[in-house]
């Protein structure tokens, strides 16, 4: 895939979720809602959710020092850290109070907002860099707390989503792993699914205007993204595969955004990929926006499904809208 000069390798996960969990019973004491309806629509069971104390670097710390471990590097051997978020506790980004966290003194550090797709999106920017040489070794942490900015009187939305990150050691490496990837965004539906700045006007003086407003919470229209999603998603996996020279059964494992049970089922059965390489922990968390996909990757490392060599097709949706595919063969 690479025409650049440098292979890139994915050599580390690592993952973190708060300790409080909500479950569809505890969810059903809120809003009018049962374990029955969002277990049937979406698959979740339960969701973690950070403290009014814990912050984006500190989940995104706690998933980056294990990625670091398992990449058998140092937190001073790190030339980039990309923070894919939309929820930064500082809206001029967290990535930099992250790399302090982590002493990562030699790395330079940014913030990157593609919501659901962060990761894909943030997998690919690093990769340029290591295309071209610049930089050998780069953090990718995905990390975003939607519970803050959930309507909790909105059943329609608040038990969707659930906290967390994950994150992932890309390194340069004689051959390279992405094999093929493909990124889209179109802005012209993004009222479908909105975390929106509402402006309220403030006059400093006589006809000096300025906007003194706040961020609304989350609106969905979650029938009209389901729908995008079933069509965009097996769409951009096939672009990535076709780039990649890598037929549908050549794949080990279909990695996707986790947010809805029936949207993986959907996308799996267009493609024809057989269930049982279907990844998946949505009972359990939810969707954690960008974090999804680096926690459902490194739950499979960690309990040794994911094998090195595994070709792993993924793809992220979401917000933006914005949605996108990588297809990269596991470690070194
Ligand atoms: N509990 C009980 N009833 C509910 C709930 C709930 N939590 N939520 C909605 N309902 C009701 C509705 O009011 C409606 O009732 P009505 O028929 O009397 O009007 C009925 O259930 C059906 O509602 P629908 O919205 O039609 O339900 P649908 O089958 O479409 O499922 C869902 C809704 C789960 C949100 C689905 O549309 C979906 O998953 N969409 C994709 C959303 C998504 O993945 N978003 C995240 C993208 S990633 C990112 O970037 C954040």
Redesign the pocket.
């Known amino acids: 895939m690479n025409q650049l000069s440098v292979g890139v390798a994915i050599t580390g996960s690592g993952s973190a979720t708060p300790k409080v969990t909500l479950d569809n019973e505890g969810l059903s004491k809120i809003?009018?809602?049962?374990d029955e309806?969002?277990t049937s629509?979406?698959g979740i069971k339960t969701r973690c959710l950070a403290s009014p104390t814990e912050s984006v670097p500190d989940m995104g710390a706690a998933a980056a020092r294990e990625a670091i471990a398992m990449a058998r590097i140092t937190p001073a051997e790190l030339d980039l850290i990309i923070l894919a978020t939309s929820t930064a506790d500082d809206l001029f980004g967290s990535a930099s109070l992250l790399q302090a966290q982590l002493g990562a003194s030699k790395a330079v550090a940014f913030d990157l907002t593609a919501?659901?797709s962060g990761f894909i999106f943030g997998l690919v920017t690093g990769a340029q860099f290591i295309g071209t040489g610049t930089y050998r070794n780069i953090l990718l942490v995905s990390a975003d707390i939607l519970s803050r900015w959930v309507d909790w009187s909105d059943?329609?939305t608040c038990?969707?989503f659930g906290d967390g990150a994950g994150a992932v050691v890309m390194q340069a490496h004689g051959e390279d792993r992405l094999l093929g990837f493909e990124l889209k965004s179109d802005g012209s539906q993004n009222e479908c699914?909105q975390l929106a700045y509402q402006s309220e006007p403030k006059e400093l003086i006589s006809g000096v205007a300025v906007a003194r407003g706040t961020y609304q919470p989350i609106t969905?229209n979650?029938?009209e993204?389901?729908r995008f999603?079933v069509q965009r998603v097996p769409e951009v996996l096939s672009k990535a595969l076709f780039r990649a020279n890598i037929p549908t059964d050549e794949v080990d494992w279909l990695l996707l955004?986790q947010?809805?049970q029936?949207?993986l089922d959907a996308v799996a059965q267009r493609l024809q990929i057989p269930d049982h390489k279907v990844l998946g922990n949505l009972a359990n968390y939810g969707?954690t926006?960008a974090a999804s996909i680096p926690i459902a990757l490194d739950e499979a490392v960690r309990s040794g499904r994911i094998k090195s060599g595994d070709v792993i097709a993924a793809s992220g949706?979401?917000?933006g809208l914005t949605w996108g595919a990588a297809v990269f063969q596991w470690g070194r």
């Open positions: 809003v009018e809602t049962s309806w969002i629509r979406t919501a659901c059943r329609s038990v969707l699914l969905m979650g029938k993204v389901y999603a955004h947010a809805n029936r949207i969707n926006s949706f979401g917000a």
